[in-house]
């Protein structure tokens, strides 16, 4: 049953990176993300369904507009394979259970949160918001049917706590974290507060390990100098999505 709710979950994840692929262009634009039917930013020709397959229109394509021949970047095909590829993981991670619609939308947003922030330094409250209130109603729905309160408790715990500790970051070093950071931590927060408090710590702490490594291994490598902006949301993804996948055996491993 888990192979089968993982394969599901795939195929699921490549029409939802389909449309995430929308959500990253246009939301930073102040564009609707339900009309017009999507176009090719050089030509401006409608894209037929054909063209529209996720991944494979554009192998077929190889790359480029149909009409006019202008590149279309590999991060669409990049950003559908992503997410078929998280949504098998909590497919394989959680099984046909009542949480798993949440961490699918959590993994959803995440990836969305972070490619626009890669791109333009913003995680849109556009995206934010409306991710984690899903994520938050489709936790109430999992605690109700199960039932698990404790875990929906903890959820808010973990969220309240990673907020308040970013928020006071932000207050101490305003130019070294953005406010954005601040609210996606209450979306990790409640995400991972529902796996345990224990997560919540651990998804954070791998999110700023990930970053320091990183970021020396740019500077090292003449990349990026001690004062150039890094992008902290993708960081902060990468880490809960490491805690939410790998997180038992870690803290277990930890506690001994």
């Known amino acids: 049953m888990t192979g089968v709710v993982a394969l599901v979950a795939g195929v699921f994840g490549l029409a939802v990176g389909s449309f995430l692929n929308v959500v990253v262009h246009r939301v930073p634009r102040g564009e609707s993300v339900a009309t017009p039917r ?29 009409t006019c021949g202008e590149p279309i970047s590999a ?10 590829g998280l949504f098998v993981a909590a497919g394989l991670r959680f099984g046909a259970a009542w949480e798993l619609p949440a ?8 990836l969305a949160l972070s490619a626009v922030d890669l791109e333009r330094f ?11 209130l899903a994520v938050a ?8 049917l199960d039932p698990d309160w404790r875990s929906l408790r903890d959820a808010a715990i973990g969220a309240a706590a990673a907020w308040a500790v970013f928020f006071v970051i932000h207050i101490v070093s305003p130019g070294g974290m953005g406010f954005g950071d ?11 507060g529902w796996l345990s408090l224990g997560h919540v710590f651990l998804g954070l702490f791998l999110g700023f390990l990930v970053a320091t490594v990183l970021s020396l291994a740019l500077m090292a490598g003449g990349r990026r100098g001690r004062k150039d902006k890094i992008p902290f949301g993708p960081f902060l993804a990468v880490g809960a999505a490491l805690a939410v ?8 491993w930890y506690l001994g």
């Open 103 to 110: 961490f699918l939308v959590f993994f959803a947003a995440l």
């Open 122 to 132: 913003i995680l849109p409250n556009r995206i934010l918001y409306p991710g984690w």
């Open 75 to 84: 991060r669409y095909p990049l950003i559908e394979l992503a997410t078929a």
């Open 38 to 66: 999507s176009r090719c930013p050089g030509c401006g020709t409608t894209i037929a369904a054909r063209d529209n397959v996720p991944v494979l229109s554009w192998l077929l394509l190889r790359g480029r507009c149909r």
């Open 137 to 144: 109603v489709l936790l109430l729905a999992a605690a109700a």
């Open 245 to 252: 996948l790998g997180g038992h055996p870690i803290l277990d």
């Open 182 to 192: 601040v609210r996606l931590s209450g979306l990790i927060g409640t995400a991972l």
